[in-house]
């Protein structure tokens, strides 16, 4: 019995503060290459070229730190979570995620768009978390 009772308990404690993974809205024609990363203090850095094939997108997400991108292939349209048009960055355009923003990048392009970002994250952070679909219909 009370096996079954910590079992039972596990699971809704799990259910209640584990996000639901149907929530998440995956990446989809994205792929990234590390190209490099240094660990000061207490902050990541890590230099990244990210590729996002036409029609595609990251899929909803948010930084725990600061990002400085730069376009160097392509055109980028990043949209906030409240729908709005953040940014259209087209080659050799630079810009800034600021943390905890969520937000999704889509390449609208018939070209690859490619990205060379510098995430600035406390250490240890994922370089990037997932969030819900806002429901904004892209």
Known sequence: MRKSFTILAASALAAVLLPATASATPASGVTGTILAKQTIGHTDYTLREITVQPGGYTGWHFHDGTLYAYVKAGTL???????????????????????????????????????????????????SEDASDPGCGF
């Open 77 to 127: 349209t990043h949209n906030m979570a409240d729908c709005s048009l953040d940014g259209v960055f087209g080659t050799g355009r630079a810009f800034t995620e600021k943390p905890d923003q969520v937000h999704i990048g889509r390449n609208l392009g018939s070209t690859p768009l490619v990205l060379e970002v510098l995430y600035v994250l406390p250490a240890g952070s994922p370089l």
